[in-house]
């Protein structure tokens, strides 16, 4: 059983094809990137599996089940979960809360008016657990607005791993970062993901990052698929290279 | 028959000053997204100045046709202020929340209502003279005032002449560009700055002379303005903030309303129209003809 | 030893506000036995809108919500009191507001449900509207309210009737037991908001002013988190209208009016309403600057609209923002 699969999911605007009968499938456990020029349909496609889009046509189904009706926070609580290209965060609260309020929300907690957030102690061993895991514990006091770009970034990805998703959708982690940054931000999702924690989608436009981390690649061109493989079969395919660089394949 | 004729004219006529009051908050909320909560009180303003000038004027011994000439003056008077206003107190605060820009008109709401009791008293001041000039006109067996009918007039007069400014002239298509995109208007050369300030000051020249047309018929009191202001809210909730066509509408919809509700419930006519505006605001928050 | 080094100052961080509030409790008690009975009752009043203050700054530095209409709870919970007295011949204060609360609370529902349907300037104009509603009722049905002359409130009776107020020197000894007695409810409604604030529930509602749209993608249901705020929040500043009329002895249609929705929105941002204790000490602070104010110059509205103008431009984050800021340059250590 596949965890993820969409049967000919279809989404127009006006003359623009965005999804042209998409089949995409994730399994459990692996590290997929979505990669493909700009316009290609990657976010269109995450949008319609995350419910911030509706499908002119086709179905969502997660573990074999029909999803398609769902809206966002069904989906998030049957265990799909994303972070933002623009970074999206709490930025009057802390780096802690940020965290924290993901799990009280996950849990169900967010109606408890009466007792203090600091005296929930599971939430609290979760949320530093969370935080040690993204490398981020020793700014959890920090307000989120006052990080740095990378760090905002990492937490973008920590809160919405704290969701506790089965599957993690990531929308372009690394844009605008540091190299360095860069590489601490997927250490960190690859390690996540091969703790068996979660399956993880990354759309990524940078390809030195996604040969390095990905299980499969997944290519989409003109709102269809171009190519699907694990980076050995991608990098040999003509196709693939001619989009990618407008010139014949590279070694 | 003649008393229904009377009540639309008397409505026609609120509804002209109304017009003016909102359409000036309208178009500066249009172009520059802020909400004045100063303006009624600009249209006090205008009053008072106007019933001054007047005053003045007839201890001059002018003819009374030039007493008609000082209510524009008057408005200019309010437009400058507005000149001044919005480089000192609004343009510090284009870049930060709405919340500040909405605390800084109050306190300018504040300023101004103490600035026009410091200057002219607690006392009305009237502008009779100019009403009494123009002669009366009879509907039926009644006499009515021809001023009011010279504001319903000017009330047109403005309406068209605020559209074809808009819709018809350069300065209208920058007054557009920059209400519809800011930056972008910007990056095409316009300098935004003026645009603002020259807004601005429409918006308040309009104020003003809603002020100064309705003083000889309601002499100017304190607290005016801010009475005004609640109406031109109703007014541009119900006809839609930013949109001419809405100030319009909202105006003759509120004014008639409000004659209707002083002759049949005047106990509850001020609540009916709240509750009007209240319930524009729930089914079509963006009034009759808002931009959202 | 470096655990310590972290250790330490966030135990300062997480501590202070109890310590200040100690102290400040502390001080507040014994003002009655050093300050005259004028200063006792102006920091009554003092409290009474730092009550109101800190309701209204749940939705607006909380929630991010800035209502004009505030004026509706507190003239609103000041004429259930008047009411109670007219009709029903109620003299007891904790009638007062256990009756009280219940209608102030539901009208801040009903208003409420209608308001956050729409945020920012529409949200405010709304609020604006529907409290000039009261007013207009007030003014209009003044068979009912007193018209501009408005209600009379005789002292009430506290602690169930157990003391009264009657006979000669009554007035100094109410002036200061009703001092002590808004002083508890005062300490009690900010212990209730700062729980509230510090809940999982004041959280969310945080994450929810700073951004909307990923509060949803957590799930959040924003629209009925943004209700409850409002709900509580016209609650609380309800509260400060039910202690404000046996003090002022009269309930007028003027703390209807809208200009009044303007000064509680002024008294916060005179305190800061970015920090907890800002609006108490803006409520104290306005309380104080209003009355020397008005009793300085005609032209108190001039002042006080000066003070706002020059506030918003200079001191945007209120004295309690200042004051912060400059601590934090003197001993430096990391926010909790």
Redesign the interface.
Known sequence: MSLLRTVELRKRFGALNACDGVNFTVEKGEFLSLVGSNGAGKTTLVNLITAHLQPDSGQVLFEERDITGLS??ER??AGI??S?QLV???????VF??V???I???EG??????????N?DDVRRETREVLAEFGLAAKS???AGELAQGERKLLDVA?AYA?GPKLLFLDEPTSGVSSAEKAQIMDTVSSVVRSGAVTAVVIEHDMDVVFRYSDRIVMMHEGAFLADGPPDAIRANEAVASILLGAPSPA | MSILVVQILNSLFYASVLFLIAAGLSLIFGVMRIVNLAHGSLFAVGAYIAAWLVGRAIAMGLPVVWLLLLMPVAALAVALLGIVIEPLLLRPFYRRAEEYQLLVTFGLLLILEDLMRLVWGGLPLTADTVMDAIPSVHIGALIYPGYNILVIGVGVAAAILLWVVIYGTKFGVLLRATSQDRRMAAALGLNVGLVYVAAFAVGCFMAGLGGAIVVPSHAAVLGMGIEALILAFVVVVVGGLGSLKGALVGALIVSFVRTAGIQFFPEIELAVLYLIAAFVLIIRPTGLFGTA | MKADAIALP?FH?RLWPYVAAALGVAVLISVPNFAGLYQTQLLTYGLIMAIGALGFNLLLGYTGLLSFGHSAYFGLGAYTVAFLLQWLGIRSMELYILLGLPVVAIVSALFGYVCVRHTRIFFGILTLALSQVLYSLALKFFWVSGGTDGLRVKRPTLLAGMIDFAGSGGFSRFLVAYYYYVLGVFILSTAIIW??V???????L??I???E?????????VRR?RWAAFLLSGTFTGLAGILWAPLNGLTTPDVLYWPFSGEIVFMTLLGGF?NFFGPIVGGVAFTFIKTYAVASTEYWQLLLGTVLVVLVLLLPTGIVGVLVQVARRRVPM???
């Open positions: 966002v926070s998030i609580k979960a994303r933002f999206n965060l709490f930025d009057g609260l802390s809360d940020n924290a309020l993901a009280f929300a996950r907690k967010t109606a408890k008016i009466a007792a203090l957030a600091a929930d006091e920090l307000m809160v969701l | 966030r961080a729980v509230i510090h809940s999982p529930f004041g959280k969310a945080q994450a002013r700073d951004n749209t990923r509060a949803r993608f957590l799930g959040l249901r988190f970015r990391e926010r909790s």
